[in-house]
């Protein structure tokens, strides 16, 4: 074997060996990007830890009959294809329901710059429909965000839709001689899936971080 032929070997090898080097490197970056891009998923105690308590099996829910803030019908087909985070409150709360509000804007915020945010929706369900008209539920909902959906309706109508997402509620005569009253509620916020079920629900008290995460996490366990 000639001098030139052993060099033109030598330099072969050491060609495929830079190309094989080379193609590992990418190989293990790609899937370590794969994996850094992929949303956590966290393990049920996790989840509870977090705040947030998902069902094994999502509960079906019935049919809705209410109106929605433009007087437009609000049913069980607003929820397809949507992933929906409800909360019950009226307007005329004075704290938990402003704050709460709040909180779930900053929530939509954090998911603006995601994929999530075609198709979540954030729902504010009127436990006040005495009083709260769509006129009214109006500015109050899109004050927090434009975004945001409220909706109101017969009052045995929202009892069965609250009773069915677990959502207790009671009105309180705080004035007997004006009947002046509130409304005490619970502070939960439902999450509806886009087939419709009741797929769990985070308890207070409730924050942004954890939110996002655990919601993020429940939309990349179901893929």
Known sequence: MSEN???SDRQNGIRNTVVGIVIFITVVLALFI??????RILSPKEMVANGAIMFSMPREISDLSLIDQN???FTKSRFADKWTLVFFGFTHC???????LALLNQVSVALAETDYAVDTQFL???LDP????PEKMKPY???FNTDFIGVTGEFLSIHRFARQLNIAFQKVVTDSETGDYTIDHGGNVALINPQ????????????VNRMVLTYKSVRADNR
Do not use: A, M
């Open 196 to 207: 419709g079920h009741y797929h769990g629900f985070y308890k207070p008290p409730l924050d």
């Open 71 to 73: 007087q437009l019908p």
């Open 130 to 133: 005495l009083r709260d008209t």
């Open 141 to 143: 909902v899109e004050y």
């Open 34 to 39: 794969n994996r850094v891009s992929q949303e």
């Open 5 to 7: 032929s052993t060099h």
């Open 94 to 100: 004075p704290d938990i329901c402003p704050t709460t």
């Open 124 to 126: 504010l369900v009127s």
